[in-house]
Structure formats: C-alpha cells, structure tokens
C-alpha cells in the first residue's frame, strides 16, 4: 500500500512563497510521475504540475506557468511543489498524486494516490 503525506501548507501574504512537499511510503517511487493537484472551495479538483520518474521533464497548468515549481527527490522518496508569487486564487487544499502512466496527465482518473491535502491559504 503506498501512502502519500504533503505538508508545507499556511497562510501567507500575496506575493509570498510556500515550499510544499510530499513524502511516499514504498521502495517504489521513482518509477512513478507523480503530480500535484488543488482543490479550492465549491470548485472541482485541478491540476497544477507534474514530474517526470527521473525528474527530467515537468508539466504545469498555465495558471502556475513561471510561478510555481515541481522537483523530486527519489533518495528521499519525496516530491515537492515550490510556490512563489502567491495570489489570493491560488487558495486551496493541495494534493499529491502517484500517476499509473509515465507521462504526465492532467485528469485526476490517471492517478491512483492520493495524499490528503494541505491546505494553501493566500491573503490579499
């Protein structure tokens, strides 16, 4: 069974910076993309960015395009979301995902693990 664990979540200013990461339990990681997903309030679940097993190629929502950015670290079975210029949208409880495919998606019926989200609060 593999459990995904985000933290790194808070309130923060607009303009700031989060660093969210997510830790995977198994021996398995680096063979899986993984991905990041967000949840704002009476809003569905969206993608925001996703990681290639190696690393070496990454994919993001235009909404997050040169704000946010997706690493991994395989050593520590961990994947990260670095968040900077925070705007009051980018509000939600953020989600970590293991992906079934090697290349990135950005539909939520392409990934069967879920974390259990950190919640992402920006004040104007």
């Known amino acids: 069974q593999v459990q995904l664990v985000e933290s790194g979540g808070g309130l923060v200013q607009a303009g700031g910076s989060l660093r969210l990461s997510c830790a995977a339990s198994?021996?398995?990681?680096?063979?899986?993309?993984m991905g990041w997903f967000r949840q704002a309030p009476g809003k569905e679940r969206e993608f925001v960015a996703a990681?290639?097993?190696?690393?070496?190629?990454?994919t993001y929502a235009d909404s997050v395009k040169g704000r946010f950015t997706i690493s991994r670290d395989n050593a520590k079975n961990t994947v990260y979301l670095q968040m900077n210029g925070l705007k009051p949208e980018d509000t939600a409880v953020y989600y970590c995902a293991r992906s079934k495919y090697y290349s990135a998606s950005y539909y939520r019926r392409d990934y069967d693990y879920w974390g259990q989200g950190t919640q992402v609060t920006i004040s104007s």
């Open positions: 990681i290639s097993r190696s690393g070496g190629s990454t």
């Open positions: 198994g021996r398995t990681f680096s063979s899986y993309t």
